[in-house]
């Protein structure tokens, strides 16, 4: 277990140390680099290089990437968005805890909801509910999630009132979390297509684990149906559902940009698409970069929850 | 790779392959990689000839892909949609006319801005005042372009990168795989946002773009597949009678990896639409006067309570009708491939 464990975090470190040279690279792609960002693009040539000098983007690239890392590290300091004239680590903190909050619930919710249903569609396997709930996960899975959200804004929040508008507005995580009824939609619309996919891969594992020598075993040790389903197979169509979970965090944080965009939810996502239009690329990078650290954690918890419910794995790597 | 494996092998989004080769966790179980079981098995039912072979006799695959499209109606239905959209796309405008270039001149030929159908726009018209039904057929050839176009261009790079470093191994697959895992784990969204923010958007960046992101998974499947390709006989044999490594990997282990490759872009496809759609509605997608179908759905959803449908509906179910065709198409593709699945 130590021994995977510490594997495993060599590997997380690799790869934040990759995203970090790309990210410092794509910086240095843009024409005119951050000096046109700052100074806009009627900046002489004489500007551009004064500018230059002053932030040491005359430098040669790796003593910049240095300097890069060690501003990072030592002073959390992402850069500076000369759009909103803030730091981009105070706009990223401020809107990180937000963008959690509904990242982390919309998750529970898919979990909750799609592992049942792949379990239903198991038992009920090649009959209607079977073929239905197959042909929702594939519609789910097909629609954008912005036609989504918008769909369930007409239908619920302005056909009905059932549901807010828009997401709820508060300074603070406890403001939003505190006003449900407008976090219902956006939590439903990024847990929606988790939920297709998850459901559906539910089903295969649930389905190859019946097929396994020991659900074989088990029934003819006498186990009931019930028994052999909840306990013996469940268990293992269980392991490769936290690997998928780790594996789609990506998709799902890509997900809660869409989300906070079609809602206006005040969280990272929104603040990425705010720095999309007015071309912040020093704000841009730095949620990017949060993001992709976000997530790098969010798999490695994922990996180890994987190795505490699959002996296997750390009984192999000991 | 106890579950998962066999039926898995070709990265669609319902099942995403070896997850635990993906998440780079020690290797459990037998799988194909050690030649034996299930797994070789059936590799051996895509047409890989063992007794030594050059490619894949595409007889047999095609006529097994006859076979099993046949049996499924459902994936026939996914390939009529498929055809029956490009066609009209592309030869839609060719029956009905309309302006789709100059906002001004679309607007004096049809009745307002924002209206809703009536006899001369039969699916109303968008906030500049271009037929939506027009548009539709405008905004699809980029839509379907792109998506076909990213899904070739990042599963043909991503087949030779996987092909390439499972062939080789050692440092050179460690290094090669360490950066698919770095650009994994970049949410994808991002990316593409930052690479569309600093290239500008044209089909031709967009289909980069999204290229850039979607050789990932294909690289890794082909690496899968070339390790246990390489150790097979006819690999061996080639190698003994002196064949270059360029030779094997473009002569025959790509060939015989080709079933995944088509199963997998054909995955690909449907995702890319979806990414170019999400673009879309960012405001990153293809721009005006040319368009996309999640470009023309952005107005409708920015300005739902207005509930101006018909700038809704038609780009929509067209985005949803054309993913979930080719999702499956791949279904059926990867089935053919399987013979295990196909006894059930």
């Known amino acids: 277990m130590i021994g995977f464990m510490v594997r495993r975090v060599i590997q997380a470190l690799v790869v934040v140390i990759g995203v970090l040279l790309l990210v410092f690279l794509l910086a240095h792609i843009i024409p005119g680099g951050f000096a046109r960002a700052a100074l806009g693009p009627r900046a002489t040539k004489p500007q551009i290089a004064q500018f230059n000098r002053i932030n040491g983007y005359n430098r040669p690239i790796p003593i910049q990437f240095w300097i890069y890392l060690k501003t990072l590290v030592w002073h959390h300091n992402l850069g ?57 996960s594939f519609v789910f899975y097909g629609t954008p999630s912005f036609l989504l959200g918008g769909l369930l804004i007409l239908y619920f929040a302005v056909d009905i009132h059932l549901f807010s508008v828009s997401a709820p507005q508060g300074q603070t995580v406890g403001a939003i979390v505190s006003d449900p009824r407008a976090l219902v939609l956006p939590e439903l619309t990024l847990a929606a297509i988790t939920i297709a996919s998850f459901s559906r891969y539910m089903r295969s594992s649930m389905m190859e684990a019946m097929t396994e020598d020991y659900v074989r075993t088990a029934r003819a040790k006498g186990a009931g149906p019930r028994r052999v389903l909840f306990v013996h197979a469940l268990r293992n169509a269980l392991i490769p559902i936290v690997t998928l979970l780790g594996l789609s965090i990506p998709a799902i944080v890509s997900g809660a940009v869409i989300t906070e965009t079609v809602f206006n939810y005040p969280g990272m996502g929104l603040l990425t698409f705010q720095a999309a239009q007015t071309t912040d690329v020093p704000l841009l990078l730095g949620t990017a970069l949060v993001a992709t650290l976000a997530t790098v954690v969010g798999s490695f918890l994922a990996d180890v929850m994987y190795a505490v419910i699959d002996p296997r794995i750390r009984y192999a790597s000991r | ?59 047999g695959m095609f006529l097994q892909i006859v076979r099993v499209f046949r049996e499924r109606k459902l994936a026939v239905a996914g390939l009529a949609v498929i055809v029956l959209m490009i066609l009209f796309c592309w030869l839609g405008p060719v029956f009905y006319h309309t302006n789709q270039t100059n906002a001004q001149q679309a607007l004096v030929s049809s009745t307002a801005s924002n209206s809703p159908p009536n006899a001369q726009n039969p699916l109303g018209t968008d906030n500049a005042g271009f037929d939506v039904l027009g548009r539709l057929m405008f905004g699809g050839k980029n839509s379907l372009l792109v998506g076909l176009a990213a899904a070739v261009l990042g599963t043909t790079f991503g087949a030779l990168y996987g092909a390439i470093s499972g062939f080789f191994g050692g440092w050179i697959d460690a290094l090669m795989m360490r950066i698919v895992d770095t650009l994994l784990s970049i949410p994808f969204l991002f990316l593409l946002i930052v690479l569309a923010v600093i290239f500008h958007p044209s089909v031709i960046v967009l289909i980069l773009i999204i290229a850039l992101v979607s050789w990932l998974v294909p690289a890794r499947l082909i690496r899968g597949e070339t390790l246990t390709l390489r150790v097979r006989e006819y690999v061996q044999a080639v190698r003994a009678m002196g064949g270059t490594r360029r030779r094997i990997v473009l002569r025959h282990i790509v060939p015989n990896a080709i079933g995944t490759i088509v199963v997998n872009a054909t995955f690909q496809v449907a995702d890319a639409i979806l990414l170019l759609a999400a673009l879309g509605f960012l405001g990153l997608g293809v721009q005006p006067p040319q368009t996309d179908w999640g470009t023309m759905l952005t107005y409708g959803i920015t300005d739902i309570t207005a509930n101006y449908w018909w700038q809704i509906y038609p780009a929509g179910i067209a985005i949803v009708l054309v993913v979930v065709a080719f999702n499956f198409v791949g279904d059926a593709l990867r089935d053919s491939l399987e013979v295990r699945l196909q006894q059930r």
Do not use: C
Request: aromatic share 4%; glycine share 14%.
């Open chain 2, 1 to 59: 790779m106890p579950a998962g494996d066999e039926r898995d092998a070709t990265g669609s989004p319902w099942s995403d392959t070896p997850l635990v080769e993906q998440a780079g966790l020690p290797f459990i179980g037998p799988g194909p990689n050690l030649g034996m079981g299930r797994g070789g098995a059936d590799h051996d039912g895509v047409g890989t000839t063992p007794e030594g072979g050059e490619v894949v006799s595409s007889g």
């Open chain 1, 80 to 136: 500076y968005s000369y759009h909103q004239n803030q730091n981009v680590t105070n706009l990223i903190d401020e809107r990180l805890p937000k963008t959690l909050v509904l990242v982390g619930i919309s998750t529970v919710l898919a979990l909750i909801v799609a592992i049942p249903l792949g379990i239903l569609q198991v038992v009920r396997r090649n009959k209607p509910v079977d073929y239905v709930l197959t042909g929702a």
